[in-house]
């Protein structure tokens, strides 16, 4: 694997880490609810194996299916990998919370894809980073939107 992109959003001291954790927990399990175009997904399988927990999905772009597996470090980090398939590649999205200092927290996103990068398009790579990190804006805003929701009288 090799990494194809890396960045990291601040998060405002509007909410706690565990409420930070509970809606990055909550996206791994509902998806749809957050990212655009995804029709659906299914948990198929939840355990538990030395302290992770691990999800096999299925996710539905309409006339695109694909299986992943979420591998969660509780209140740390989300680890989505998706094996090679059909017209795809190999690929790993990582989600973690970091906290340089008490109360500071941010979020680290890294995708990792298995590809030589020999036949990269810059500008195609340019589009897909400005797009994974759209994505993840959405992902921390609604987290943040649902956690201030959650604690109004």
């Known amino acids: 694997m090799r990494k194809i992109h890396e960045h990291i959003i601040r998060i405002p001291a509007l909410i706690s880490r565990e409420q930070l954790w509970a809606g990055i927990?909550?996206?791994?399990?509902?998806?749809?609810?957050?990212?655009?175009?995804?029709?659906?997904?299914?948990?198929?399988?939840?355990?538990?194996?030395?302290?992770?927990?691990?999800?096999?999905?299925?996710?539905n772009f309409g006339q695109f299916r694909l299986k992943d597996t979420v591998a969660l470090v509780e209140g740390k980090e989300a680890q989505t990998s998706v094996s090679v398939g059909g017209n795809?590649?190999?690929?790993?999205?990582?989600?973690?919370?970091?906290?340089?200092?008490?109360?500071?927290?941010?979020?680290?996103?890294?995708y990792e894809e298995q590809s030589s990068g020999e036949n990269d398009n810059p500008m195609v790579m340019s589009l897909r980073r400005q797009a994974y990190e759209a994505k993840d804006r959405v992902l921390i805003e609604r987290i943040l939107k649902d956690a201030q929701e959650a604690v109004k009288p």
């Not at 998806?31 to 399988?45: A, C, D, G, K, R």
């Open 25 to 59: 927990e909550h996206a791994m399990r509902y998806p749809e609810l957050y990212v655009e175009h995804m029709v659906s997904s299914q948990v198929l399988e939840d355990k538990t194996q030395d302290g992770i927990q691990c999800l096999t999905r299925e996710i």
């Open 88 to 110: 795809y590649t190999a690929s790993a999205f990582l989600i973690r919370i970091e906290e340089p200092e008490a109360g500071s927290l941010f979020v680290r996103f890294v």
